[in-house]
């Protein structure tokens, strides 16, 4: 299940089903969305992106949704894998900002073998 | 090969003390940045240099001092280290020129430690 609280949100699943992480952004004027996963004791690894004027895009085994009229996120990853295991963070960009990244809180993928 | 790599990766130090984190990139990108996450893994812009010129200063106490030598290295020096600044310091750089869309890669971060 998912919990949202003081501490990060966290998600467990167990492997081979398939994950939704979720969030909301801030800025209705951003331009780019992207997804990052951060393993222990690495930095952000770019996982996809979006541009403003898409609603959907398709990577492997993974799929972000946008909905721009709510400000919300989305992040699937099909038949999740143990190598999964990680905190997922989305990230959006205006485009006069010098490509700073406004990053979401970030939510902790735990998958159960 | 390693595309961003920051030395040192853990740094433990006195609170007043003044350290450095550098930062390479070997991708011939243009802008580099420096992040800052917290202990609850929050993840907030600090500095961003485009051919070694300030174009992101976002609100950092004046203790910590970015600097450029040149397009492939991004340097961060603190003052008067306190304990708030402990936390996980990660440079990022991207291609600029590319566009919007350029991804941003990060380094393994530094861990700083203020006792």
């Known amino acids: 299940g998912e919990s949202v609280g003081l501490h990060l949100p966290t998600l467990s699943v167990q492997e081979g089903d398939n994950s939704i992480i979720n969030c909301a952004y801030s800025?209705?004027?951003?331009?780019?969305f992207i997804w990052y996963k951060q393993e222990s004791g690495k930095g952000p690894q770019f996982i996809i992106d979006?541009?403003?004027?898409?609603d959907k895009r398709q990577g492997q085994r993974v799929t972000v949704l946008l909905n721009k009229t709510v400000k919300h996120l989305s992040l699937q990853i099909a038949a999740t894998q143990p190598g999964d295991s990680a905190v997922y963070f989305c990230?959006?960009?205006?485009?006069?900002?010098?490509?700073?990244?406004?990053f979401g809180q970030g939510t902790e993928l735990s998958v159960k073998p | 090969d390693t595309a961003v790599s920051q030395t040192p990766k853990y740094l433990v130090t006195q609170m007043g003390n003044d350290k450095s984190i550098k930062c390479e990139q070997n991708?011939?990108?243009?802008?580099m940045y420096w992040y800052k996450q917290d202990s609850k893994k929050f993840l907030k812009i600090m500095f961003s240099?485009?051919?070694?010129?300030?174009?992101i200063n976002e609100t950092v106490p004046n203790r910590f001092s970015p600097k450029s030598p040149d397009k492939a290295h991004l340097n961060l020096h603190i003052n008067s280290l306190e304990l708030g600044d402990s936390a996980v310091y990660f440079c990022?750089?991207?291609?600029?020129?590319?566009?919007?869309?350029?991804?941003?890669?990060f380094g393994p971060g530094t861990r700083l430690l203020v006792l």
């Open positions: 990022a750089s991207r291609l600029r020129r590319g566009g919007i869309q350029e991804t941003q890669y």
């Open positions: 800025n209705s004027a951003s331009d780019y």
């Open positions: 979006i541009r403003s004027n898409m």
């Open positions: 990230a959006e960009i205006e485009y006069n900002q010098g490509g700073k990244l406004i």
């Open positions: 991708l011939g990108h243009d802008t």
């Open positions: 240099y485009n051919n070694k010129e300030l174009i």
